[in-house]
């Protein structure tokens, strides 16, 4: 809903869930979006699937908010979280989102050695999904990588020489 219209430049924060059985690459508008969601993953009980349920279903400030005042009400009207949820996602969340409001690691803007690595490791997850080996991947990336490539071109310099 947020997007913009079609033909329209966007930017995805993405995070990429490896699975025995399948690959699942989620997308967020922001990166405050992307942090909740993978401190969201770190719950005992929540998997991807509840995690954008909760995002979809409450913006994450007001997510924050109603974790820090222990609002166990406001949580189980979120589909997929009943009373027992709501709780063990209060006291698994309590400390881990003063953390990030204490010390706004990942919800800060990155920096642009931040931007850089996120643009190596998109290079290289990429990699990954394309069937290469994570060591095999990583060492052609740092090789290529110049410090001024975006993760496209790094993706296409690495294929051509992993390819040859």
Not at 82 to 105: C, F, P, V, W
């Amino acid at each position: 809903y947020r997007l913009p219209d079609i033909g329209e430049e966007v930017v995805l924060h993405t995070h990429f869930v490896v699975r025995e059985d399948a690959h699942h690459l989620y997308g967020f508008f922001d990166q405050n979006e992307r942090a909740l969601f993978r401190t969201l993953l770190k719950v005992n009980g929540v998997g991807p699937r509840l995690g954008l349920t909760i995002l979809s279903s409450i913006q994450p400030e007001e997510f924050v908010r109603t974790i820090l005042h222990q609002d166990v009400d406001s949580l189980t009207r979120i589909p997929g979280i009943g009373k027992k949820t709501a709780e063990r996602l209060i006291i698994e969340m309590k400390d881990k989102l003063n953390n990030l409001q204490n010390n706004a690691e990942e919800l800060k803007p990155i920096s642009s050695s931040g931007a850089r690595h996120g643009i190596i490791q998109d290079a290289i997850s990429a990699l990954i999904a394309l069937g290469f080996k994570q060591s095999d991947a990583t060492r052609v990336v740092n090789k290529i990588d110049d410090g001024a490539l975006n993760s496209e071109d790094i993706i296409r310099r690495s294929l051509r020489e992993m390819v040859v």
